[in-house]
DNA sequence: GACGTTTTAGACAATGGCGTCTAATTTTAC
DNA sequence: GTAAAATTAGACGCCATTGTCTAAAACGTC
């Protein structure tokens, strides 16, 4: 105790398992007493307690609140941007069934993008501090929501150019998708709620169909084409 | 000083402009502050500042701040609600152009519904202090969205019986003719940001170019018909 | 102008949170 | 086992805020 030392200012390689665990313990209580509190609501003793920490090993690892509320962001921001990243990746290069593609890419996208803990954290987090850390908010705005549409418009215009889509827009094709994908779970986005697997699976389907409505190559039977129902019976 | 009523107990009619202007700049600097600073962030003080009141006269209209809280989103939502049926109630009966009504009342909706001073703060509040107030989000939900969906698909059937539209569920429609709407507001929505009408007049074109090509009567035309860039230059 | 009411500014105690400090204890590395 | 580093519980000062209280001032009505 002679000198007095930052604890994590050196990072040595030395403790690492222990220090490595207290800090995503604290990482993952404050993400949560943030979102539930906000950050003017949140109190540092509820975190460790959460935390299942003391009070000063949080000021250890983070100077100030304001310090720990920004590495939380930070640190849920790196993991949903891998969990999107992921997730555009899963797009099969060569869609036989576009249909079924787009669906169960809209249900990975909801579940695992939007509806999850990280989504929820980041909408409510990002609507609420945003005008106090712009930085923050710009840099999410980017990567989450920038990439996503980015992504998809590249994906739409693949498909319009192999002529299975007919798209004047790519970028506005690519934003409708992901408002007609949320369109039937927007009061659950908005609650935090998590939809179920059937939901999810349904809202899906309802924003492809309407996708494909709208953008599908119009095939040549469209004209005496039974009003979709029959599609829908499997 | 005999008695020390409560003073707007009785509400005699005697001073009423002097303590209803008073209530109203309470009231509006309230939801300024809430809005901003969220709950626990607000305080008394500054709203009784940007109010230019004394503290004390925010606790002789209302008891405490939780008290001034409630108030404040009744307050909006009745103001909400009042223009969301006016909005709804916009509509013409019969719509011989019916893309141009459409956008024409998306833009209405999204401009002083959703992304106007009331939609912000409601959004924004709900989202943040609706897991501690349930009874109020819940109240929100059913005048807001709840009766906006509602009114929509009441007007699709009513569109579709006489064979303009062609639709299977008509609230299924309607939540993604709202979704359409914000599709390309989004981030704008998230921010509180406010759109110009510019913004809002493309956004609401957009929506409705898509919505009717996914459920506008398919017209014998259809298929010889020239990708839709025709139709925007005017 | 007089009276009752409302508003105001300021003081006040109570509360609670932030951030610091210390001394004791535990963990980790060697 | 030993020494360094990390963690803990608790106390502490500080400050902001809530909600109350009081005496003075402003207001509106007659």
Known sequence: MKDRMTPAARMGGHTQRGQCAKRMSILDAAADVFCRQGFAGASIDEIAAVACVSRQTI????????????????????????MLFSVLSSFPDNADDLEGELTAFAVRLNKNCICNHDGKFLRKLVQTEGERYPHLF?????????????????????????????????????????????????????????????????????????????????????????????????
């Open 59 to 82: 000021y250890n690892h983070y100077r100030e609140k304001e310090t720990l509320f920004v590495a939380v962001v930070e640190d849920v921001m790196n993991r949903a941007n891998a």
């Open 138 to 234: 710009e840099s999410w705005r980017q990567q989450g929501p920038g990439k996503l549409i980015t992504a998809l418009s590249a994906l739409f215009a693949r498909l319009a150019h192999k002529g299975t889509l007919v798209i004047d827009d790519f970028d506005v094709a690519a934003r409708q998708f992901v408002a007609l994908g949320n369109a039937d779970l927007q009061m659950m986005i908005l609650l935090g709620a998590t939809p179920t697997d059937e939901e999810l699976e349904k809202a899906a389907r309802n924003a492809v169909r309407t996708f494909l409505k709208a953008y599908g190559r119009p095939v040549a039977e469209k004209a005496g084409q039974q009003p979709q129902l029959a599609a829908i019976s499997g």
